[in-house]
């Protein structure tokens, strides 16, 4: 299933709170539960984010074809990785 911009949008919105924290991983996949979500540090994953946040990179999964991999696509998307980042 394919993320919409409506998604896109809302998923913005969580992300982009001044307040967000790794709190908000529960919240997403609550509110996304046709999506595979994944949590990992960003330093796990070495392609560009397709988004950045001040605490968080996000990469779009797509695993439609069997063997999952990450997409700058999000007609694609059928798993999120939300990427902690280290901010001090």
């Given at each position: 299933m394919a993320l919409s911009p409506d998604?896109?949008?809302?998923?913005?919105q969580v992300l982009s709170a001044g307040d967000a924290d790794?709190?908000?991983?529960?919240?997403?996949r609550r509110r996304f539960s046709h999506l595979s979500?994944?949590?990992?540090?960003?330093?796990?994953?070495t392609e560009t984010p397709f988004r950045?946040?001040?605490r968080f990179d996000v990469h779009l999964l797509d695993?439609?074809?069997?063997?999952?991999?990450?997409?700058?696509?999000?007609?694609r998307a059928t798993g999120i990785v939300l990427a902690i980042?280290?901010?001090r």
């Amino acid at each position: 299933m394919a993320l919409s911009p409506d998604e896109l949008t809302a998923i913005d919105q969580v992300l982009s709170a001044g307040d967000a924290d790794a709190q908000v991983f529960a919240e997403l996949r609550r509110r996304f539960s046709h999506l595979s979500w994944t949590r990992c540090d960003a330093s796990d994953v070495t392609e560009t984010p397709f988004r950045t946040y001040e605490r968080f990179d996000v990469h779009l999964l797509d695993s439609a074809d069997h063997c999952a991999h990450v997409t700058a696509d999000p007609t694609r998307a059928t798993g999120i990785v939300l990427a902690i980042r280290n901010v001090r």
